[in-house]
């Protein structure tokens, strides 16, 4: 069974930083490209970065280029999104989610995925 599952999240003052993880499993992680997501309270949901299956190529939003860094480690079928100068507008529900491929397929709203865990909530606040 497919199971996904975020941690990391927490409260954290405007610049600090978050390391978010993704544990994946019930597939075979090492050839399937992972992206993160965020859903603000009365937004949509907005993809935020993306990394290829063998971690060969990462993509970003415009709004957190810079800031944020994706990577992943397929020996512990793991993903994780470090979160750096951390703003309120980063407040948001963060989501894992499994591609469809091994690279990164692209529609005008973010990467395609599949399956999305629970999410790990990220308060950016003083």
């Known amino acids: 069974q497919l199971q996904i599952v975020e941690s990391g999240g927490g409260l954290v003052q405007p610049g600090g930083s978050l390391r978010l993880s993704c544990v994946a499993s019930?597939?075979?992680?090492?050839?399937?490209?992972m992206s993160w997501a965020r859903q603000a309270p009365g937004k949509e949901i907005e993809w935020v970065a993306g990394?290829?299956?063998?971690?060969?190529?990462?993509y970003y939003h415009d709004s957190v280029k810079g800031r944020f860094t994706i990577s992943r480690d397929n020996a512990k079928n793991t993903v994780f999104l470090q979160m750096n100068s951390l703003k309120p507008e980063d407040t948001a529900l963060y989501f894992c989610?499994?591609?469809?491929?091994?690279?990164?397929?692209?529609?005008?709203?973010?990467?395609?995925?599949?399956?999305w865990g629970q999410g790990t909530q990220v308060t950016v606040s003083s």
């Open positions: 019930g597939f075979t992680f090492s050839s399937y490209a």
């Open positions: 989610g499994k591609g469809k491929s091994s690279m990164l397929i692209f529609t005008s709203t973010g990467a395609l995925t599949d399956y």
């Open positions: 990394i290829y299956s063998d971690g060969s190529n990462t």
